[in-house]
């Protein structure tokens, strides 16, 4: 069942934000990379790489309902961190924005009467769950670590230890 024309530029706007969600991380990690933390930034880049893997998952289903995806205007990041509480928090603060695309995606799917878009929808939901309580985790250990940093590079070890995932659509 092809999509309607309000829903396919729903789902084009989502496929936007996920590479945009994609390019924030990459710039985080930069960020950490900067500030001597390979492992936290690691762990940032395999976020960007899991937002490339969202968006693929979006395009397919775009596709697959024989619309046309397409990539909307993604302007440069613009985050600014002067540590590692801010480089997370800009991460949530990111992750929260994609969470209430979804959500009002999954809206916009209800009010067309979009049945067949309920399962991505859902898997989306969960997974933005996960996501935030992911960085809000690491938000907390890093408030408790405050600026020690043996504490710090035990986190950047740990968070470095992230297994490597492939940008493919699972």
């Known amino acids: 069942m092809k999509l309607s024309a309000k829903l396919e530029e729903a789902f084009n ?8 969600a994609s390019l924030v991380y990459r710039q985080l990690a930069i960020e950490l990379e900067r500030m001597d933390l390979p492992g936290m930034s690691a762990w940032l880049r395999h976020q960007a790489d899991e937002e490339i893997v969202h968006a693929n998952k979006f395009i397919d289903h ?27 928090e800009a991460a949530l603060a990111h992750e929260q924005r994609v969470s209430e695309s ?20 859902n898997w989306f939901l969960e997974e933005q769950v996960e996501e935030e309580a992911a960085v809000d985790e690491i938000i907390g250990r890093v408030r408790m670590i405050n600026d020690d940093g043996p504490g710090l590079l035990r986190l950047d070890e740990e968070l470095g230890a992230r297994p490597v995932a492939t940008t493919e659509a699972r």
């Open 13 to 20: 706007a989502q496929i936007t934000l996920e590479f945009q």
């Open 62 to 88: 775009v596709a697959d309902r024989d619309n046309h995806p397409r990539i909307g205007a993604i302007t440069a990041p613009s985050v600014a961190v002067g540590s590692v509480l801010d480089a997370f």
């Open 102 to 121: 979804i959500r009002n995606l999954y809206r916009t799917a209800e009010a067309e009467g979009d049945l067949d878009s309920r399962p991505l929808l």
